[in-house]
């Protein structure tokens, strides 16, 4: 399992949540209301935004969202036509002070430092502190990240920040001069910061004391007090708390709830502070999305798409919790108390919900930031069965609506609706609806409706006519009548071909076949498709046919309506649509992008998963006995699973139990009979051995590849071929030390860091790794021999990141259960610092990448191995990068010694730190950057992406 700086990236997805807390009051609104943002322009395949946080200032004017687009709005619920755009970069949390007047939020631009601003929304123009209602600059910025912001008071703003050291700490912010200073530093991370709307009050989040606990700051110079204890102490929330952004006080700051997770599993902690004691616990197997305690002691929770409220204190289990609540029947979520007059949700994801009560939620007033979320409402409501309730909505949206939301709006409508009525088999009713829909497309109203929109609602019509109406007359017409611009698309020369044919038994098998397809109905598809096939696999309507029910391509509004292609997963699934494609892909490909080795592999995927591998095997021994040559890239397939990151697990079970199968191994030999291609071929075989811990067969295979080795000539191996050439040295490392041949392995991993160093190209972090198995192995050679096979033997159950790294959940999950067992039973010794690392790296694939940052740190400390150390600080790196902490990721970066790297790893370390100083705003040229780090460390070319040509910026190679 390999977590480097390249897939850590996008650990934690957002910081636009933060925390944001505070009494909340909320005027009702007397009226129900569709708030129509103002549409940006056409879009041609609207995708439905996402609400990701939502509070509602304390007096319950303004509403602050932050959306999955990474923008932040602000939605005025009095005047409810104003909506603000605050910022398109938010990046680390969002606050209300108490008197409402402000939202100070944080900003992330691309390659600039971070800053926070102050943001006034009753602000008109330049009449407010700033244009616009923004601060006319940042309150606090410098290329140190922030987050988390929540106000003390009207004056002041906590706030999170890695200013000046290694670890983040609390800091207090002046709204107006903006002079802040540190007020928390307990020398371990602050990993989550929560303001009270009591004023002065805060929950901070630490491992200060060992485990990850909850501190209550009741003033600012005073004592914090811990709330919880960790595994090790018992009390409330003693599963220890992981959940980042998951703390949530009352609107009066009496009660806080938070989510506990740990070896007990998962629960949910409600606490009194008036009185410091627990008030419950409420054990959930999946994840909150929200939580919310209320004044009168309930806590609201969302779990899945729906919400309950919950009562700590009831006597009767079955009174805890209450029923979901959902809103007319769709989801509903981020439920939120504003003080005792009203409550404000999201349903459908992206639609907000207010009502006086929270009983009143699942029928509250709802509010549309634009006309297409009602459409995406409707087809929500279609895919729950309300199908009439769907139509109903979008008719009244269509209607009359030309002139006021615009001809784009009322021909989305317009389709959406006809989709709708399509497959509740009203069909004369949808092609009329379709025939609206392309004369406001092609009228003069229509120029700013996308093309390909309005081609699609074409070929809907086309199908209409061809498969519901079975009026071939009708679908005629509407082909010759086609502007060429629209007849070129594959489903028209499809179905003029189809019409063109004079065998009528051909249009009406075509004509149930594309009925039953276009209904869901696999089971009659594929009996019709493998009849048509049978029949005739050469005929033109055929194949193309085939090519466009391969594609999804029956259903032309679907994408644009459901932003995804057709389903026809369960249509695979079926022995004779399996049938089919193997007796048209005999002929060769269908089209440039249908082709026959497409086909083939799509059966050998289906039956790889579902563990038909005799299936499978006949398929590879005909396609390889095939006298046109095979259609499938066994090659390809092959390197694909030899590279040393997680397999799609068809792919894995394929290769070993279909590709390696007694009979094709044979095919396959002779087929694979040049260099490169053998020498694929014997690895992954070699890769399989070690996998399955056959080692007399692994050692034949390694034997057998390095005979290979002595008869390719060298100029063969160049930076595309040499990672065969390590894998040959780096199995035979494997196969040593699984037979505890300790100095045989030393001398293994130095040939592949040979490699390493002789190769210039992108070796990632594959350079590292070999380092750090080399390092642990130097220890093996003592007295820690033991430790250092349990060591390995924990790898291999991962996968061992340098083979095939797994990172599913419950591989984690029993890798941390052999971790505490080896800490429990055993004496580490020189071992510790390499246990602590590789429990760092399973806490970041849990997502618990605080906690993993804890043992990273403890895996360099004093006295670890180089390789150890240099590793854990590049993971480490990785992953504040991911929290958007790059500029801590830089410092981290410069405590590596680059006077002890090879070259593969020297590029590495030099492309990640230029990337993360680009992040962080300390630089405006990543290359050139690299160029400057290449020449100040004597790295030569090739190493690294930056020009070759034109003057000099990095060292020339040395002789």
Avoid at 458 to 470: A, K, S, T, V
Avoid at 632 to 656: F, N
Wanted: charge should be neutral.
């Amino acid at each position: 399992m390999i977590l480097s700086h390249r897939r850590c990236r996008e650990i934690l997805r957002s910081q636009i949540v933060g925390s944001v807390v505070g009494a909340r009051k909320f005027a009702v609104m007397a009226v129900v209301a569709l708030l129509a943002f103002a549409a940006s322009g056409a879009a041609a395949q609207y995708e439905p935004w996402r609400v990701i946080a939502l509070e509602v200032s304390p007096d319950g004017r303004w509403a602050a969202v932050a959306t999955d687009r990474r923008e932040l709005l602000v939605v005025d619920l009095v005047n409810l036509n104003s909506i603000r755009r605050v910022t398109d970069y938010p990046g680390g949390g969002f606050g209300w002070s108490p008197d409402s007047r402000w939202l100070a939020f944080c900003e992330r631009l691309p390659g600039r430092s971070p800053s926070l601003w102050l943001f006034e929304p009753g602000a008109v123009g330049p009449a407010g502190k700033g244009r616009q209602g923004r601060s006319p600059k940042p309150i606090v910025s410098g290329t140190d990240w922030i987050g988390q912001p929540g106000w003390i008071d009207d004056g002041h703003i906590a706030l999170l920040s890695s200013r000046g050291s290694d670890h983040v700490n609390v800091w207090l912010a002046d709204a107006d001069s903006g002079d802040s200073k540190k007020i928390i530093d307990c020398g371990r991370d602050i990993t989550g910061l929560w303001t009270s709307p009591v004023q002065g009050e805060l929950i901070y989040r630490s491992a200060q004391t060992g485990g990850t606990e909850l501190w209550w700051l009741w003033g600012v110079g005073e004592e914090p007090v811990r709330l919880t204890r960790d595994n090790a102490r018992g009390g409330a929330g003693a599963n220890q708390v992981y959940i980042e952004s998951m703390v949530r006080f009352s609107a009066d700051g009496q009660y806080v709830g938070f989510v506990s997770e740990g070896a007990r599993g998962r629960s949910i902690i409600a606490m009194d502070l008036g009185r410091g004691l627990p008030v419950g616990e409420l054990e959930v197997e999946q994840r909150p999305r929200s939580l919310e305690p209320t004044s009168g002691g309930e806590v609201v929770i969302t779990l899945g798409d729906e919400v309950y409220r919950w009562m700590p204190g009831a006597k009767s289990a079955k009174r805890a919790l209450s029923k979901p609540m959902r809103w007319n029947d769709l989801p509903l979520g981020f439920a939120t108390e504003v003080g005792r007059d009203g409550w404000v949700a999201v349903a459908n994801g992206n639609l907000i919900v207010t009502a006086d009560k929270l009983k009143g939620l699942d029928r509250g007033r709802m509010l549309a930031r634009n006309p297409r979320d009602l459409i995406a409402m409707a087809v929500a409501w279609d895919n729950a069965d309300a199908h009439r309730q769907a139509a109903g909505s979008l008719k009244k949206l269509a209607k009359g609506t030309h002139g006021r939301t615009g001809a784009v709006i009322e021909f989305e409508a317009l389709r959406t609706r006809a989709w709708i009525e399509r497959r509740r088999a009203r069909a004369g009713r949808a092609a009329r609806l379709l025939r609206d829909a392309r004369l406001l497309g092609s009228g003069t109203g229509g120029g700013e409706i996308d093309t390909d929109d309005l081609e699609a609602v074409i070929h809907e019509h086309m199908f209409i006519h061809l498969f519901e109406r079975g009026d071939a007359q009708d679908a005629g017409d509407l082909i010759a009548a086609l502007p060429e611009s629209y007849s070129a698309h594959r489903r028209v020369v499809w179905a003029r071909s189809l019409l063109a044919s004079e065998d009528s038994k051909l249009r009406k098998r075509w004509r149930k076949a594309g009925l039953a397809l276009r209904r869901g109905d696999w089971a009659q598809s594929a009996s019709e498709l493998r009849d048509l096939v049978g029949a005739d696999r050469t005929s033109e309507v055929n194949r193309l046919g085939m090519a466009l029910v391969v594609t999804g391509d029956f259903d032309p509004l679907a994408p644009a309506i459901l932003n995804r292609d057709a389903d026809v997963s369960g249509l695979i699934d079926d022995y004779r649509f399996q049938e089919a494609i193997i007796e048209i892909s005999r002929s060769g490909d269908l089209t440039e992008e249908v082709t026959a080795g497409a086909l083939r592999a799509l059966l050998l995927g289906q039956w790889a998963r579902s563990g038909q591998f005799d299936v499978a095997q006949r398929l590879l021994g005909a396609d390889l006995r095939d006298p046109n040559g095979p259609f499938l890239e066994y090659a390809d397939m092959l390197e694909r699973y030899l590279l040393s990151e997680e397999q799609d697990l068809w792919l894995e079970t394929a290769v070993v139990r279909v590709f390696f199968a007694k009979d094709v191994i044979r095919l396959l030999e002779r087929h694979m009979s040049e260099t490169r291609p053998r020498m694929v071929l014997l690895l992954a075989r070699a890769k399989a051995a070690l996998i399955a811990g056959e080692m007399e067969k692994l050692d034949a295979l390694l034997t057998e590849a390095e005979r290979n080795l002595n008869l390719i000539p060298s100029s063969f191996w160049t930076a595309d071929t040499a990672e065969l050439l390590l894998l040959v040295h780096l199995y035979r490392a494997k196969h040593h030390e699984r037979q505890r041949r300790w100095r045989a392995a030393l001398d293994s991993y130095a040939l592949c860091q040979s490699v390493l160093g002789r190769f210039a190209r992108d070796w990632d972090v594959t350079a590292f790794d070999v380092a750090l198995f080399r390092s642990a192995v130097e220890a093996a050679r003592g007295e820690d021999s033991d430790r250092v096979q349990s060591w390995l033997g924990l790898q291999r159950g991962l996968g061992d990141p340098l083979v095939n790294p797994a990172n599913d959940r419950a591989t984690l999950m029993s890798a941390m259960t052999n971790i505490d067992t080896l800490r429990r039973f055993d004496d580490l010794g020189a071992m510790k610092p390499y246990l602590a690392y590789t429990q760092g790296v399973v806490l970041a694939g849990l997502g618990r990448v605080f906690l993993a940052i804890d043992a990273l740190q403890a895996a360099r400390a004093p006295g670890a191995p180089p390789a150890l150390r240099s590793r854990a600080l590049l993971e480490e790196a990785a992953l504040r990068f991911g929290l958007g902490q790059s500029d801590l990721a830089v410092r981290l970066l410069d405590k590596i010694d680059a006077a002890q790297l090879d070259a593969p790893r020297l590029a590495t370390l030099i492309r990640t730190r230029a990337q993360a100083e680009r992040a962080c705003g300390l630089i405006d040229s990543e290359i050139e950057r690299m160029g400057q780090l290449a020449a100040s460390y004597d790295l030569g070319r090739g190493w690294l992406p930056i020009p070759t040509s034109g003057p000099d910026n990095f060292a020339e190679e040395k002789p």
